[in-house]
């Protein structure tokens, strides 16, 4: 999950930890096998709806995008998944 967040863009623990953090992925690394090293996708765990609006959303925000199209619903995602 981690290689994905960063999407490519270099990683810098502080805004990463603030981003999962953010995003409230915390807990939820915390339950995958090898945390945010865990893989994705195809060849991993799959992710459940909710938690992959909440997991897209940290990517962008990690890439600094603001832009509204990228963002979207995933903001009310994240929104939800601080409040259950």
Do not use: H
């Not at 939820?28 to 945390?35: I, K, V, Y």
């Not at 990228?70 to 994240?78: D, E, I, K, P, Y």
């Amino acid at each position: 999950m981690q290689d994905n967040i960063v999407f490519g863009k270099a990683y810098q623990e502080q805004w990463y930890v603030r981003v999962v953090t953010a995003c409230a992925l915390t807990d939820d690394l915390a339950m995958l096998p090898w945390g945010d090293l865990t893989e994705i996708g195809e060849r991993g765990v799959n992710l459940s709806g909710l938690l992959l609006a909440t997991y897209l959303l940290s990517s962008r925000q990690y890439m600094r995008c603001g832009c509204a199209r990228c963002v979207g619903c995933c903001l009310s995602a994240a929104a939800v998944r601080q409040f259950v």
